[in-house]
């Protein structure tokens, strides 16, 4: 399978507790995006890597949030300290910038449960 | 804030009737997305309508974009029950979200 892996698919976790996501994107996209969604709304937008530079990072991106792309490879979104409110599911996306016109590869998403 | 906003936010329909949900962006685009979602799933890419088209085609779908008055439409011709989804737009520039428009189509 080439498309865009994110892992875990769940997690469930206590609030208070730390979680860490990985996504793999589409090998050779230089560009990734991770999105959050809650139930009935569309997905918000919440950072974007070129590489392994992070571009663009949204006010919905707390200092609890943290995101990573050491390599420009894979990526990582970190939530610290999460609370019930952070429940949602986050999703994954790449595309290469030089390829038709940003059209986004999604992954299947991780759906984060805190109790 | 959200860049594309779909309209109506529920759309039923019976199979082989035609469906037409309505997008309305913010800010400028060179080009504008549609996305489908199946429920738990991640967004698939449907159809890209540049800002110097009017309307595009591709097999059931058709698309029409307005600079003008910054909206676009999806047409679903025939439909099956297999597009039941949630059916997203938006602009190339910064990849914002509306709260989509979810399709039923009743076999």
């Known amino acids: 399978d080439t498309g865009v892996s994110q892992n875990p698919r769940h997690k469930i976790t206590k609030r208070g507790q730390n979680v860490t996501f990985r996504c793999d994107p589409i090998s050779e996209h230089n560009r990734l995006y991770w999105y959050r969604q809650t139930l009935g709304q569309g997905p918000e937008f919440l950072t974007y890597?070129?590489?392994?530079?992070?571009?663009?990072k949204s006010r919905l991106l707390s200092d609890r949030f943290s995101a990573e792309r050491p390599k420009g490879s894979f990526s990582t979104l970190e939530i610290q300290r999460t609370e019930q409110g952070d429940s949602a599911m986050y999703l994954c996306?790449?595309?290469?910038?030089?390829?038709?016109?940003?059209?986004?590869?999604f992954g299947a998403g991780t759906r984060l449960s805190v109790l | 804030s959200q860049q594309g906003e779909e309209d109506p936010q529920a759309l039923s329909i019976q199979e082989g009737e035609n469906a037409t949900m309505n997008c309305s962006y913010k800010t400028s685009i060179n080009n504008l997305q549609w996305y489908r979602q199946n429920s738990g799933r991640g967004l698939v890419h449907l159809i890209l309508?540049?800002?110097?088209?009017r309307e595009k085609h591709s097999g059931r779908l058709r698309v029409t974009l307005d600079t003008s008055k910054k909206s676009s439409s999806l047409l679903i011709t025939a439909s099956r029950a297999a597009d039941t989804a949630s059916y997203f737009c938006?602009?190339?520039?910064?990849?914002?979200f509306g709260a989509g428009t979810r399709l039923t189509v009743k076999p």
């Open positions: 938006a602009g190339n520039n910064d990849m914002r």
């Open positions: 309508i540049r800002s110097n088209e």
């Open positions: 890597f070129q590489n392994e530079a992070q571009l663009e």
């Open positions: 996306a790449s595309s290469h910038h030089l390829g038709p016109k940003n059209i986004q590869y």
